[in-house]
């Protein structure tokens, strides 16, 4: 099976985290987005992945290389975001004859749902969802899918579009759709017409997500590290006290009187402590620093970011190289209780959390004592003063 990763986009709902990353190369646990969905490909026995790029590009390129666990890569260059349809008509050229299949390169599957899609050719990945109205929505009639469409205001079913296809080699000649009312070509009027040509199987998705907003990638960082098996290969102290799943890598270090609660995962070349206290599906990535008498809770900590003595980070992602000066303090709960709107391209969103902290961007710093408001985002670069209590995106 020869597997279509698209991996073009930038991910504006994530900025300002994508001002420097593209989407798919966001860290999930131990790896990028795109790495995991890659992973799910050729654990279904894809011999082939083609990664259709574009923004910032070359990252996906550097990591992934001529091949990836053994099965050969190639790239296909989208200079501009024209549609689905017309992200995998970039990569025709790069195709054999034979069936192929097309996953997103920012959601992650679920490797088995990868499998039984691979193996039901055509076939659409599904899932169910609360609100249909709001996406692509199937019909399904004795285990075949006999529709789509786009957003209904009375949708058939609660059954969505997951994004994960297999289509018959005779797709590639349908990739040239008209441009939709959208402005874009898209891949669900190429899956219209194979419904049309051909017995679709809906293939469920038990475990789908799409990561698209800083919420979701703190979420998708929890699931995968609550998956996890402990394992401890870096440096701990005699008096620091691990309970539960945590998994320290080689070459991480934990000093005395830390104390970690799993799910937890220290990669390597992260330092904590001492007497800091770690928790909450958390993850610090590598070379991350934290200090004395730190707390952290429920949260991602990419990779050379610094927390030293006496901060607290709760339910919150802090991107490359941040530095947040000594007792930095970020509130992750309203006093009236309701849930924390965060910036989504321009405009403030729900999360639907209760609890959730900050989203601070590489590079971005903050002066000793500060302050941080639950739902503030930093630019990157972005600084704050002393003493200084923040309550709006800077």
Request: proline share 7%.
């Amino acid at each position: 099976m020869q597997a279509v990763i698209l991996a073009a986009g930038q991910g504006t709902r994530l900025r300002p985290l994508t001002d420097s990353v593209p989407k798919p190369m966001l860290p999930v646990v131990e790896k990028p987005i795109a790495a995991h969905v890659a992973d799910a490909a050729v654990a279904a026995d894809a011999d082939r992945l083609v990664f259709v790029t574009g923004y910032m590009g070359e990252q996906v390129e550097e990591y992934f290389g001529e091949e990836f666990r053994g099965v050969p890569v190639s790239y296909a260059r989208q200079e501009e975001q024209l549609g689905t349809a017309h992200a995998v008509r970039t990569a025709r050229e790069a195709l054999e004859d034979g069936p192929f299949s097309v996953l997103n390169g920012d959601n992650l599957y679920d490797p088995e749902c990868v499998m039984e899609l691979f193996s039901n050719g055509p076939s659409l990945g599904v899932t169910h969802v609360a609100e249909p109205q709001n996406y692509g929505v199937c019909s399904v009639e004795d285990d075949r899918v006999v529709d789509i469409i786009e957003k209904p205001v009375n949708p058939p079913s609660d059954l969505a579009n997951a994004g994960a296809y297999v289509f018959p080699s005779e797709a590639q000649a349908y990739l040239d759709v008209p441009m939709s009312e959208r402005g874009e070509h898209e891949l669900t009027d190429v899956l219209s017409r194979v419904i049309d040509e051909h017995s679709v199987t809906p293939v469920e998705l038990t475990r789908w997500m799409d990561v698209g907003r800083a919420w979701e990638l703190l979420e998708a960082n929890a699931l995968y590290v609550g998956n996890q098996e402990p394992v401890v290969e870096g440096t701990v102290h005699p008096s620091a006290d691990l309970r539960g799943n945590v998994v320290v890598e080689r070459g991480a270090t934990i000093d005395a009187g830390v104390v970690i609660e799993g799910p937890v995962r220290v990669r390597s070349g992260a330092e904590v402590g001492p007497n800091a206290y770690v928790r909450g599906a958390t993850v610090l990535e590598p070379n991350v620093h934290v200090g004395h008498g730190v707390e952290i809770k429920n949260s991602l900590i990419m990779r050379g970011t610094n927390v030293p003595h006496l901060s607290y980070v709760g339910d919150s992602v802090l991107g490359r190289s941040v530095n947040f000066g000594a007792g930095t303090t970020v509130a992750n709960l309203r006093h009236d209780g309701e849930p924390i709107d965060l910036t989504v391209k321009g405009e403030r969103v729900s999360t639907g959390r209760r609890k959730f902290g900050v989203v601070a961007a590489d590079g971005a710093k903050t002066g000793i004592n500060t302050s941080l408001g639950p739902g503030v985002t930093l630019s990157p670069g972005a600084t704050t003063l002393p003493g200084e209590t923040v309550t709006r995106d800077r």
